[in-house]
């Protein structure tokens, strides 16, 4: 068990709100990811963070964006939702090399 | 660009028989290559690590391959069990980027 926690674990939204998924972790590991997962896509990074204060954009980044102000705590934000990002979202932690995965996060936008 | 392709897309097989998945990737310059299992609505567990200097990794039942120069991996899932149903991963990781992932094979195993 990494201790990863995501939340909420479902959401249902309209288009055009704003939306943030939090990612909280217990072991101090320094990088973090978010990715969705689609039918048809597999896994896609979003945006991952190498520590406080420091991200980097993934493949598919737009219309998302992350913090990171505290070590235990990936945010990532969708600032105006919309159908094609209903999604599941994964946070994932990396610790030697080896990715470790929450149980994700399933985002529904009407 | 690299990519990740795994062969088949689905797989059914009878309890007791042993079987092989495969994953290949188009740019061999990995750093390590990362098979992970998926149960439906569940997030990703992983399996085995293979470090880029490495050949293979076993845990359990469970025995992973990695060719590099060939751009090939394998899991063998010995004496397959209904328990081994899910849908299983395979993930690349190059220089400065994040783990980039198959699609999966998702296999069904009848008791």
């Known amino acids: 068990d990494a201790g990863i926690t995501q939340s909420p674990r479902h959401k249902v939204t309209e288009t055009g709100t704003p939306v943030t998924l939090r990612c909280h972790q217990t072991?101090?590991?320094?990088?973090m990811y978010w990715y969705r997962q689609d039918p048809g896509h597999g896994l896609r990074l979003i945006h991952y963070?190498?520590?406080?204060?420091?991200?980097d954009k993934g493949e598919v980044s737009d219309g998302y964006s992350v913090s990171r102000s505290k070590t235990e705590d990936f945010l990532l934000t969708l600032e105006s939702a919309t159908s094609s990002q209903t999604s599941v979202y994964f946070c994932?932690?990396?610790?030697?090399?080896?990715?470790?995965f929450g149980e994700g996060s399933r985002l529904t936008v009407l | 660009k690299q990519e990740v392709t795994q062969i088949p897309a689905a797989l059914s097989v009878p309890e007791g028989e042993n079987l092989v998945l495969n994953c290949s990737f188009t740019?061999?310059?990995?750093?390590?290559l990362q098979w992970f299992r998926q149960d439906p609505g569940k997030g990703l567990t992983s399996l085995l690590l293979?470090?880029?200097?490495?050949r293979e990794q076993t845990s359990g039942r469970l025995n992973a391959s990695l060719d590099k120069s060939s751009g090939r991996s394998t899991l063998y899932i010995a004496a397959s069990q209904p328990g081994d149903s899910a849908t299983y991963l395979c993930?690349?990781?190059?220089?400065?980027?994040?783990?980039?992932f198959g699609k999966g094979t998702t296999l069904s195993v009848s008791s």
């Open positions: 963070s190498y520590g406080v204060k420091d991200t």
């Open positions: 993930a690349v990781e190059e220089a400065g980027t994040a783990l980039i």
């Open positions: 994932a932690i990396s610790e030697a090399g080896e990715l470790f």
């Open positions: 293979i470090q880029s200097s490495q």
């Open positions: 740019d061999s310059a990995i750093y390590n």
């Open positions: 072991e101090n590991h320094r990088y």
